[in-house]
Nanobody, 125 residues
Framework: VQLQASGGGSVQAGGSLRLACTAP????????WAWFRQTPGNERDFVAA????????HYADSVKGRFSISRDDAKSTLYLEMNSLKPEDTAVYFC???????????????????WGQGTQVTVSS
């Protein structure tokens, strides 16, 4: 199932953006969704994850208190609310999901077996 991310754009420092990702579940059982980001020449880094069971959330230290991950189950849509944006948040943001999370870290790219195309977020100072 192809994930579709949207909502990126350009904003000044201190501003907000909300990313969305059409992310239907592919099957029942343990499941998680996540956002990663990548800048040119660098690896894709973890931003936030949402575990289906209990809707537990996890965040990278760099975004804690500023970003919020959530999912509207009725719309099968994953969101990333980004507030107090900083120039260092500039990146291409990717959504991903996984149906093989048992015994795996939700912070690791390798856990996720389904990825969407990225959406560019640019924060100017």
């Amino acid at each position: 199932v192809q994930l579709q991310a949207s909502g990126g754009g350009s904003v000044q420092a201190g501003g907000s953006l909300r990313l969305a990702c059409t992310a239907p579940r592919r099957n029942v059982g343990p499941y998680a969704w996540a956002w990663f980001r990548q800048t040119p020449g660098n690896e894709r880094d973890f931003v936030a994850a949402l575990r289906w069971s209990g809707k537990t959330t996890h965040y990278a230290d760099s975004v804690k208190g500023r970003f919020s991950i959530s999912r509207d189950d009725a719309k099968s849509t994953l969101y990333l609310e980004m507030n107090s944006l900083k120039p260092e948040d500039t990146a291409v943001y990717f959504c991903a999901d996984s149906d093989r999370i048992l015994g795996r870290s939700l912070f690791s790219r390798a856990t996720y077996n389904n990825w969407g195309q990225g959406t560019q977020v640019t924060v100017s100072s």
